[in-house]
């Protein structure tokens, strides 16, 4: 939809700039907050074009722009990542990225420290190869559901969270998404301080979907809004 970029958040914290999710539109948000050059890392939930587009935009910018030198970025993804790119460019491997892209694989259970930010990325229902992510600094936690169904690993990933940024895609249960009441019981199951509603399907309103939501959690419960800042 017009003025709706696709999933893209800039995680701020611990003194790093971490770009999670780069669906289409969502760099030229992110262009509003902060620069490629001052990014410490991207993060990338799964394969979905709505959730990967703009990375493409990204290193077209880093490699053609004129932009500043920089180190190559760290892109944490999952490992079909280097073939989705070698293939769009059409070219055997992914390592003529190598110069601009650092692709990183992730795996359920993946640590990484950036500055004073750690990010552990747990395996998560979505019928491919998908995460959900904990971030954690000076005892704030914020946990990204990305896109999947109700799973075990996504309630252990977000055990008192203070910011929980929860997919509340369809209105039906279904083996790959959320539906807002099942996002608003992960909430309170899980113990967070707040809920905060994204990735709302065409099926829904985003009122409708905070609503139900809230409703099954009884806490704080908000929906993510183009350029809305979020504390945690």
């Known amino acids: 939809m017009p003025d709706r970029p696709c999933s893209g958040y800039l995680l701020r914290a611990g003194g790093a700039e971490v770009w999670v999710d780069a669906g289409p539109g969502s760099l030229a948000e992110l262009l509003r907050h902060t620069t490629l050059a001052r990014l410490d890392a991207v993060w990338l939930s799964h394969l979905h074009l709505d959730h990967i587009g703009d990375l493409l935009n990204a290193y077209y910018a ?80 914020l946990v990204y559901s990305g896109d999947c169904a109700p799973c075990s690993a996504l309630d252990e990933l977000a055990v008192n969270a203070d910011l929980l940024l929860c997919e509340a895609n369809d209105p039906h249960p279904n083996a790959v998404h959320h539906t807002p009441t099942q996002a608003g019981e992960l909430a309170r199951r899980t113990g967070a301080k707040q809920l905060v509603v994204t990735h709302v399907g065409p099926l829904l309103t985003v009122e409708k979907a905070t609503s139900q939501a809230g409703k099954a959690f009884g806490g704080i419960t908000t929906a993510a809004e183009v350029g809305a800042k979020l504390s945690f």
Do not use: K, N, W
């Open 62 to 141: 880093l490699a053609y722009g004129e932009l500043p030198a920089r180190t190559p970025l760290p892109v944490y993804a999952p490992a079909a990542l280097a073939v989705r790119l070698a293939g769009f460019f059409a070219q055997p491997d992914a390592v003529f990225l190598s110069d601009v892209l650092d692709l990183r694989r992730l795996h359920d259970g993946h640590e990484v420290v950036v500055e004073d930010l750690r990010l552990t990325s747990r395996a998560v229902e979505h019928g491919t190869e998908a995460y959900a992510l904990r971030a954690e600094s000076s005892s704030h936690t």
